[in-house]
C-alpha cells in the first residue's frame, strides 16, 4: 500500500460459524454496498426471483474465505477459488450463511 494511502474497515466482515461447522470455523463475508441492499431488498418477494437459486449466487459473491471442512475432515475448497464447493454444503450451512449475510438487509425491509 502506498504511503499516505488509508484503507476503510468497512467491506469485510468475519462471522463464527461454530454453529454450523466445528469450533473455531469462520467465513468472511463481503459486505454489501447500500446500492446492492436496496436492490436486494427491491428483489425479496419478486415473482421473477428463483429464492434458492438466486440465494446460491448471493453466497458465490458474497463468500470471500473461510477454514471449512468437508464431511472427510478435510479443507473445502475456497468459495471464491472454485465457487462450486457450494453443491458440498448441507442446507443448514447454507442457510446460516445467506441469514448472516442478508439478515441485516431483510431486517431493514421489515
Known sequence: MAKGKRRRKAG????????VQFEGAWADLRSMKV?????LRAQIGSEDIDEFEDGIALLQKYVVDWNWIGDDGEPLPKPQVDPTV????YDEETKFLAVSLVGDAVALKN
Do not use: G, Q
Open 12 to 19: 469485510k466482515r468475519r462471522v463464527d460459524c461454530a454453529e
Open 35 to 39: 446500492k446492492e441492499m436496496r436492490a
Open 86 to 89: 457450494f453443491e458440498e454444503l
